[in-house]
T-cell receptor
Framework: GQQLNQSPQSMFIQEGEDVSMNCTSS?????WLWYKQDPGEGPVLLIA?????ELTSNGRLTAQFGITRKDSFLNISASIPSDVGIYFC????????????FGSGTKLNVKP | DTAVSQTPKYLVTQMGNDKSIKCEQN?????MYWYKQDSKKFLKIMFS???????INETVPNRFSPKSPDKAHLNLHINSLELGDSAVYFC??????????????FGPGTRLTVL
């Protein structure tokens, strides 16, 4: 099946630092989604991207849909302790609108 | 104002038992999904229904049987539970767009533990 490579697997940063994570796929995607999952909760949608090159912000979060349509990145600026969690990318391939494939997640730890 | 809800939140049961998980969404979406999240947090799609019709059925043992009585509900029944079924099961839903969803909203998850 489709594989999404998400990196890094985990990050340990100091409060106030900026963070960057990315996802790459072997197929062209129509849609990229970024989620955050807190312990014991379901993933919460942060940002949705629909066009190649699109850059979208949600507060301190910014995500981009790669021009090749095979990658996406998420940046978090000025991190705070409540940013701690697991961040997932998800993509919807052109060959199947009904499916979303998920990356393996980036676990973010923020030290106050 | 719950969007996607699941019951129960926790389910602990013995091997060999049969159990069901229920999901409801009040978003008016047409498409609903079941995902399994393993201990390494990997999210894998199991099933998808669009307007009560099965559209995705991944390689899932036939002990798992989804049922969609209407487009707002998608239940998951699991027969003869095995230890490897222990995981967190998430329900999700998507609004319609070009025959499929372009966003997904997740429920809070059901943590299934098989002893």
């Amino acid at each position: 099946g489709q594989q999404l490579n998400q990196s890094p697997q985990s990050m340990f940063i100091q409060e106030g630092e900026d963070v960057s994570m990315n996802c790459t796929s072997s197929s062209i995607f129509n849609t990229w989604l970024w989620y955050k999952q807190d312990p014991g909760e379901g993933p919460v949608l942060l940002i949705a991207l629909y066009k190649a090159g699109e850059l979208t912000s949600n507060g301190r979060l910014t995500a981009q849909f790669g021009i090749t349509r095979k990658d996406s990145f998420l940046n978090i600026s000025a991190s705070i302790p409540s940013d701690v969690g697991i961040y997932f990318c998800a993509g919807q391939p052109t060959y199947n609108f009904n499916k979303f494939y998920f990356g393996s997640g980036t676990k973010l730890n923020v030290k106050p | 104002d719950t969007a996607v809800s699941q019951t129960p939140k926790y389910l602990v049961t013995q091997m060999g038992n049969d159990k069901s998980i229920k999901c409801e969404q009040n978003l008016g979406h047409d498409t609903m999904y079941w995902y399994k999240q393993d201990s390494k947090k990997f999210l894998k799609i199991m099933f998808s229904y669009n307007n009560k019709e099965l559209i995705i059925n991944e390689t899932v043992p036939n002990r798992f049987s989804p049922k969609s009585p209407d487009k707002a509900h998608l239940n998951l029944h699991i027969n003869s539970l095995e230890l490897g079924d222990s995981a967190v099961y998430f329900c999700a839903s998507s609004p319609p767009r070009s025959g499929g969803g372009d966003t997904q909203y997740f429920g809070p998850g059901t943590r299934l533990t098989v002893l």
